[in-house]
């Protein structure tokens, strides 16, 4: 199938436009619907844990899944996500375990090689 071919096609312009109104609803809900609107206590409360989970998220694939390794678990990655996390229980400072993980990855990929 050429480009031409599939971008011409009812079927890709059909997705498109579901995926786009569907975007826009979602987004809506919460800006439009009940944007000027206090929420529930219940719903602050989850809402306050977003970017907490968000962040452990991203990064458990890059540590899992390296693509450095071809996807294989490597012990840098794992003592360095160990580390950043033992640092930011003991300390609760975002930026000493993020240091913390930085310089345990360097100093692990140095002594394992």
């Known amino acids: 199938?050429?480009?031409?071919?599939?971008?011409?096609?009812?079927t890709i312009w059909l997705i498109i436009l579901a995926l786009g109104i569907g975007t826009f609803v979602l987004r809506y809900s919460?800006?439009?619907w009940i944007g000027n609107r206090p929420l529930p206590e219940w719903a602050l409360r989850h809402l306050r844990y977003t970017a907490v989970a968000v962040l452990p998220g991203l990064v458990a694939p890059l540590v899992l899944w390296?693509?450095?390794?071809?996807?294989?678990?490597?012990?840098?990655?794992?003592?360095?996500?160990?580390?950043?996390?033992?640092?930011?229980l003991a300390s609760r400072n975002t930026l000493a375990a993020i240091l913390g993980g930085l310089t345990s990855l360097y100093l692990a990929l140095w002594l394992l090689g």
């Not at 050429?2 to 011409?8: D, K, Q, W």
């Open 30 to 32: 919460f800006l439009g």
């Open 1 to 10: 199938m050429t480009v031409a071919e599939l971008y011409g096609s009812p």
């Open 66 to 88: 390296p693509a450095a390794t071809d996807g294989q678990p490597d012990p840098a990655r794992l003592i360095a996500a160990g580390a950043t996390l033992a640092v930011g």
